[in-house]
């Protein structure tokens, strides 16, 4: 389906132009009338099938033609989980509204409490944030939400993980009024049964799925190698990054220690390799994710702070040093390459350490893995006994649970996907604002 034949705003039409864009993605096509139609949303479809603009588009186009419930409060709210994806998200908001009067504004934790508390001073139509550090803003009063209108979340199945649930309880009190419509975004979100907090947030939603998040990304090849031990990995690694076809590559690994560790071991072998994790600052996070967009080199060895929605065009290779403890987590690495139609390929490490991890990722992608081997690096392990229950995923209690009875049934009304609590490197954690001494605020930041 074409862009022109939405019936979109001639100003959202131009600037979809001016994107080059003539086609809109399936996930497009379906979220975005329902989104035009004012309901509430679960939106899930694959990596890099163009979810941003979903959203996007019916959040312009609201604010251009339907009259603002305030003049003074930001109409449209985007959270994201990381600042690197609101980052991102905020620049391609600020293409579509190039040249036109409307005002948005970006709010960080790691960046200057007081310019923003400026910018939100000049009434900004939309905000892009973490959640963190809007939550200062509200509590000191810097910023109001009466009037919001439309309460987006991004990559919203990480955004209801606990660390994340008491502050989008206060943001939704503070835009606690019934016009509001509230969206859902996420690659991992069809399965997911919605808990207490979502509930809270959402009324009435409809579901929109492109597929299901289990299904295989066709674009993205995967690869698995047995690997011994540690030693053994990073040989394998060597050998994986120096084969042909290798543009850019995004390594992950387990903890920030490793990202360093591996990102010298690779920088000394030749391989030029920056690593990012939340221990950098600010300063120094944005420096290194600006120069791997740029190009400046090639591989970037990262925590899960660059696991979601990261759009970086020329990422070929996806490596996953270790395997995610949560089988989601594999879905949002690997899907940082093949995106937007473009083919892509995963390489994933499976030493002894990662085996039940491995075993529940092909438990919930439902598919069994072969292994891959490259000659004269043959593994001598060759798997673990089966444990019970190994499958980790946001929705694992739900597929354990034994059926329940009807009085349970009845009693477990609404049922609840169990999300995870502890703290993963990179997402914005919850942290109750502390006493603030003069004024100046806390930095949200881990
Ligand atoms: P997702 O959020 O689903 O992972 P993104 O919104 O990040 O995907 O989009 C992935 C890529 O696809 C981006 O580079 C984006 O510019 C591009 N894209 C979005 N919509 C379209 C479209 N209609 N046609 C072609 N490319 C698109
Ligand atoms: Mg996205």
């Not at 290779?317 to 390459?337: L, M, Q, S, W």
């Not at 937007?340 to 990662?354: H, I, N, R, T, W």
């Amino acid at each position: 389906m074409l862009f022109s034949d939405f019936g979109f705003d001639e100003r959202i039409l131009n600037s979809i132009r001016h994107l080059g864009f003539d086609d809109a993605t399936d996930v497009q096509m379906k979220a975005i009338p329902e989104a035009m139609a004012g309901r509430d949303l679960l939106v899930s479809s694959k990596t890099g099938s163009g979810k941003t603009l979903a959203y996007l588009i019916p959040a312009l186009h609201r604010v251009y033609r339907v009259k603002a419930l305030s003049k003074r409060d930001a109409r449209v709210l985007i959270l994201a989980p990381t600042r690197e994806l609101a980052k991102q998200v905020f620049s391609q908001l600020r293409l579509l509204t190039a040249g036109s009067k409307l005002k948005s504004t970006l709010i960080l934790g790691g960046e200057n409490f007081n310019e923003q508390h400026k910018a939100l001073q000049k009434n900004p139509h939309f905000i892009v944030a973490t959640p963190g550090r809007l939550v200062d803003h509200l509590t000191q009063r810097n910023l109001f939400l009466d009037g919001l209108e439309l309460l987006i979340l991004d990559e919203a199945d990480r955004m209801l993980d606990l660390g994340f649930a008491e502050q989008l309880k206060i943001l939704d009190a503070a835009a606690g009024h019934r016009l509001r419509q509230t969206l859902f975004f996420s690659a991992t979100l069809d399965n997911t049964e919605i808990h207490d907090v979502a509930q809270l947030l959402l009324n009435e939603p409809s579901r929109v799925s492109v597929g299901s998040s289990t299904d295989e990304h066709t674009d993205i090849k995967q690869h698995f190698y047995l690997c011994d031990d540690l030693g053994h990995k990073e040989i394998i690694l060597s050998k994986l990054l120096t084969q042909d076809g290798i543009k850019q590559v995004i390594v992950f690994t387990a903890t920030r220690v490793d990202t360093i560790r591996l990102s010298e071991l690779l920088t000394v072998q030749g391989f030029s390799a920056e690593a990012l994790n939340g221990d950098l600052s600010q300063s120094a996070r944005n420096k290194v994710m600006d120069s791997f967009a740029r190009g400046h080199f090639d591989f970037l060895v990262s925590t899960d702070l660059a696991a979601r929605g990261l759009d970086i065009a020329n990422v070929s290779h996806v490596v996953n040093f270790d395997i995610p403890k949560y089988a989601e987590e594999y879905v949002h690495r690997t899907g940082r390459t093949g995106r937007a139609g473009f083919q892509g390929e995963a390489y994933s490490l499976v030493g002894p350490k990662d085996w039940y991890n491995f075993k529940a990722l092909e438990t919930f992608l439902t598919r069994q893995f072969d292994f891959e081997v490259i000659s004269g690096l043959e593994a001598k392990f060759k798997g673990l006994a089966p444990k019970k229950n190994n499958a980790k995923s946001r929705q694992s209690i739900k597929k354990t649970e034994k059926e329940p009875t009807v009085t349970q049934k009845k009693q477990r009304q609404p049922d609840k996907t169990k999300f995870h609590t502890n703290k993963q490197d990179g997402f914005e954690p919850f942290a109750l604002p502390k006493k603030k001494s003069k004024g100046i605020p806390l930095d949200d930041s881990e």
